[in-house]
């Protein structure tokens, strides 16, 4: 996301104070249309996050920003050399600084600010958070503190910045990297086989560190495992750099256009068809799209045509070049608006309102920063900057005065939020309390030996009913055992149905699950794969009684998923669903502040769902036994 730049062609040369062995001197021009590809990029993300059922892939608008910033900063820094003979690093770090800080800390202090204002769980772990996105360490911080990306619970306050942090990583190691790998090779293929070699070792390690079923988080966030994109921007600066390369070839410019069409509809249909919780994501889909947006970046490099002008349309061009700031504030601002103004449900009207409202404030907030925050610190630097705020702050400027407080104020309130922030959110709280319950309810009442299984339908007694789930039957536990002091609960946060099935599993090994059992996991990622829930019913075998409970919350997968256990519970008559979903949908008023656990009352709804469902499917299997 830097300035563009055109090609520099230096065969051998050192990213250090010393003269390149060789050098020459790059084609000046810009590179039209790449403001458009960001636009893209970032339409791409506001989609997914504003309205993921529309662009559920659309994710993968950050790793076009991945492949166009690897490919530029490679070309600035073969232009420096192929121009100075040499890349002065200081300098080079410098502007990245002034490209980077000025928009990223005015989010983090405003959006810290406003998160202290609208309350709820938005400053959980602000510290950390904040820490992250000042020193470019947010992917590993969250990494090490087991954070999801992809959980819908308790979503952080600054989760995008984890590109960035990936972003400036690259810009930090790749230079003096480049230097020596200049070094060691002679030729532009060479570069490019390395540069293309350490991308397929990057997307080996995703394919092979992902694990189906369970939270993509390590995977997507860390650079040695999401580095392929950037790389693969690196090759393509090379080839490009190579007067030899296919790319100044007659073949290629002849078929570069009609290639850009074939690479957008590619990238437009994995947008569409990839998801975070599928495997293919992660074993090649994403790679996939960094290759097409190589083609896409690729076909800009030539002479103007239908193409770059389409890229170059104005309202795709503001985007585009905005693009940072817009990335950088929209997520923030869509936190605080949806606690500020908390929907009942996914699609009503003040939700969509909501969204609405996000978006604008972005594209405003954004274009303001751009203009008199990022261009005037890139075109004077930050001590020029300084210098024209505090003369006009001197000669009595209220503007001046007005911005000054306003930073002041700010300041304050960002440092006394970070110094105050909680550790845990208010669901988390409950959560960990409720666990102690649920760990007592399986000691307490676990089977001292192998239950015998029958074909008993009645309703079950408290002692006949085991449960299995995550942290939404957690948060249930005061409700269930109050029903059922005897019930057995084996739950935990964030258990996926993976998980689910290898409890389910050993317990039946163990002969500790009762007649009755109630199952209810996903609550973060959903079904995934419906023979897992399969799996889970037949290990229960025909002789037990089985109430599924679908899922509640704002993510766009939720019809889907409640839709897909449907399907399966439909298959098993021993099996019903408990409809959850429509019961908490009726009363909001009962769930926490995440909109997804329920409260007291809402544990004591969840069990009456689930007794419910006992009950009706106890009348069915009881008719349809005294009819055979």
Request: net charge negative; with cysteine; aromatic share 8%.
């Amino acid at each position: 996301m830097a300035q563009t730049a055109a090609p520099a062609r230096p065969e051998r040369a050192r990213t250090t104070s010393r003269r390149a062995p060789a050098r020459t001197t790059p084609r000046a021009g810009h590179i039209h249309g790449l403001d458009g590809l960001r636009a893209i990029a970032v339409g791409a993300v506001l989609v997914y996050h504003l309205r993921p059922t529309s662009l559920p892939g659309g994710f993968l608008g950050v790793d076009v920003f991945f492949v166009i910033s690897g490919f530029l900063i490679t070309t600035l820094l073969l232009r420096e050399l192929g121009t100075k003979g040499r890349v002065d690093l200081p300098r080079f770090w410098l502007r990245r600084a002034r490209r980077l800080l000025p928009a990223l800390v005015s989010v983090v202090v405003v959006s810290v600010s406003l998160a202290a204002v609208a309350g709820g769980d938005l400053l959980v772990n602000i510290g950390r958070q904040v820490l992250g996105a000042l020193t470019f360490s947010n992917n590993w911080l969250e990494i090490g503190a087991g954070s999801s990306y992809f959980a819908q619970t308790s979503p952080l306050l600054f989760v995008n910045f984890w590109s960035l942090a990936v972003e400036e990583q690259f810009y930090l190691l790749w230079p003096p990297l480049l230097g020596l790998l200049l070094a060691l090779t002679s030729t532009g293929r060479q570069r490019v086989r390395v540069a293309l070699g350490v991308a397929a070792v990057s997307a080996l390690l995703m394919a092979l560190l992902h694990t189906a079923g369970e939270d993509a988080t390590r995977v997507y966030y860390g650079t040695d495992t999401h580095l392929f994109g950037l790389m693969i921007g690196v090759a393509l600066a090379f080839a490009w750099a190579s007067p030899r390369s296919w790319l100044h070839s007659a073949a290629w410019q002849r078929w570069r256009q009609p290639a850009a069409l074939a690479a957008f509809a590619g990238l437009l249909v994995l947008m569409t068809v990839l998801h975070e919780d599928t495997a293919l994501t992660f074993r090649g889909g994403i790679l996939t799209a960094c290759l097409l947006t190589a083609v896409l970046v690729a076909a800009l490099l030539g002479p103007v045509g239908l193409y770059q002008r389409l890229l170059r349309m104005p309202p795709v061009a503001w985007v585009g070049e905005r693009s940072y700031g817009i990335y950088l504030w929209h997520w923030p601002l869509i936190l605080v608006l949806t606690e500020l103004l908390p929907a009942t449900t996914y699609d009503s009207a003040l939700s969509w309102a909501t969204r609405a409202l996000a978006l604008v404030l972005t594209l405003v907030v954004a274009g303001a920063s751009y203009r008199w925050l990022e261009i005037p610190v890139r075109r004077d630097g930050f001590t020029g900057v300084w210098r024209r705020w505090r003369t006009a702050l001197r000669g009595g400027r209220r503007t001046a005065q007005v911005v000054g407080g306003a930073g002041v104020v700010l300041l304050v309130t960002t440092a006394v939020a970070v110094a105050t922030a909680p550790t845990t959110s208010l669901t988390q709280q409950q959560i960990e309390a409720n666990e102690e319950l649920v760990a007592a309810s399986a000691v307490e009442r676990e089977a001292p030996e192998p239950l015998p299984v029958d074909a008993d339908w009645t309703v079950p007694a408290a002692e006949e009913i085991s449960g299995f789930g995550d942290s939404i039957m957690v948060t249930s536990a005061h409700g269930l055992t109050h029903r059922w002091p005897e019930i057995s609960l084996d739950a935990k946060s964030n258990r996926q149905w993976p998980d689910g099935l290898a409890a389910i599993e050993q317990a039946v090994d163990q002969g500790t699950v009762r007649r009755a059992v109630v199952l209810d996991f996903g609550t973060n990622a959903g079904v995934g794969e419906p023979d897992v829930v399969r799996a889970a019913l037949d290990a229960l075998g025909p002789g037990r009684m089985a109430v599924v409970v679908n899922l509640y919350g704002g993510s766009y997968w939720i019809p889907e998923a409640n839709a897909a256990l449907a399907d399966v519970v439909a298959e098993y008559p021993n099996a019903i669903i408990a409809d959850w979903y429509s019961a908490i949908d009726a009363e909001p008023d009962k769930l926490q502040s995440d909109g997804i656990h329920p409260d007291i009352e809402g544990g004591h709804l969840y069990t009456d769902v689930v007794a419910d469902a006992f009950a009706e499917l106890s009348e069915r299997l009881l008719e349809e036994t005294a009819g055979e």
